[in-house]
């Protein structure tokens, strides 16, 4: 299949199924919380699993769809791949904590993220599922570099929020002398943010780096306070003083569940926010 405009294929479909799994898998994590039944749990997880399977898959057909065509790039180039990438991190990070925490009510606190995020590409505004031949200045191997620490960054922080809501959640409900059992422990989730957002901010860093680089070599400037480059600078410093924060004045609990969910904010706003509302040398994404 030849042509500009390739629609419908096959990693499209794997789409339009994963989109139904996840919703499952969320449905399913919901259902846990409150029963917390081990068959539910373990279903919820393999369900997910099996989600992710099907966006991986998808990401791999398209890729190989677009070698076929002859223009031969990652599918990472346009407001769709980079969803469903998002997507596809997202589920990732989380049941790697999932692994480790050995905990899934977490589950229900995320996977709507990712369910969201795989959703949008179906009804998004902007949205191209066409695969097409990369202009210009999306011709560079650091834009794969980029992409991938960014997305990676921003999965951790969705991962972060979806944590962060949860203490919050916990806290306001311990003050008011009501103990919401099926949540973790206060402090767990406070460690669980601390260490979403620990693994997120090198990736963001070097996520901006790698952008630094492909805008050199795509517009021969390393920095042009482009809109987006500017609010990726504020998303990054936001996540710094998180750190600064609990380094060096000691900050847990409730204030950097605060300033986890004011960062993922700016990360909505940096990813779709900038694209959608403000022209700028991003604006093809």
Known sequence: MHGAVLSHTLDTRLVGIAILVYLLATILYFVYVPFRHRAVGIT???VALVGWGLVTASMIARAV?????????APF????????????????????IEWRYKNRTIGAFVMPFAFIALAYTTIGPGIRTQIEPL????????????VITCFLGYAAFAVSCGVSLMYLLKAWAS???????????LRVLDEINYKSVV???PLLTLGIITGAAWANYAWGSYWSWDPKETWSLITWLIYAAFLHARFARGWRGKKTAVL???????????????NLLIVGLHSYA
């Open 175 to 185: 003050e008011r002398g009501r103990d919401i059992g099926f949540l973790p422990d």
């Open 199 to 201: 693994v997120g901010f």
């Open 135 to 146: 202009i210009p200045a999306l011709q560079s191997n650091w834009l794969v570099a980029h």
């Open 44 to 46: 919820a997880s393999l």
């Open 65 to 73: 769809i677009s070698h076929r065509l002859g223009w031969g790039h």
């Open 260 to 274: 986890s969910i004011i960062g993922f904010a700016a990360v909505l706003f940096t990813y779709l926010g900038v």
């Open 77 to 96: 180039t346009n407001l769709y791949e980079s969803m469903v990438f998002f997507a596809w991190a997202i589920v990732l990070i989380y049941l790697v």
